[in-house]
Nanobody, 119 residues
């Protein structure tokens, strides 16, 4: 299993970023996928998850209405569009399989991409 995130960076408050995660080594289209994040000095936090069809989606209350998760099964790619970013969204964002999203311990996740929201 390989999960490679891209798209992180430095953005001003109120700005927008879109993260991408390209998956390989497993049947991506059959898996629940998600995003988790870890801010400096804080525990891992679940951000959003999406089922294989894109029909069932969950968001953390802290990002609901600002973030949108989506997937393209033909491209083996997971996305996270982040709008109206806040300084408290600063974190390393990880793409993860459904198992990791639930347990935050076992399963698979990528190496992470840094998102910094600062003026």
């Amino acid at each position: 299993v390989q999960l490679v995130e891209t798209g992180g960076g430095l953005v001003q408050p109120g700005g927008t970023l879109t993260l991408s995660c390209v998956a390989s080594g497993f049947t991506f289209k059959s898996y629940v996928m998600g995003w988790v994040r870890q801010a400096p000095g804080k525990a891992l936090e679940r951000v959003s998850r999406i089922d294989w069809s894109g029909t069932n989606i969950d968001y953390a209350s802290s990002v609901k209405g600002r973030f949108t998760i989506s997937r393209d099964n033909a491209k083996n790619t997971l996305y996270l569009q982040m709008n109206s970013l806040k300084t408290e969204d600063t974190a390393v964002y990880y793409c993860a399989t459904g198992a990791y999203y639930i347990t935050l311990r076992s399963g698979d996740r990528g190496q992470g991409t840094q998102v910094t929201v600062s003026s």
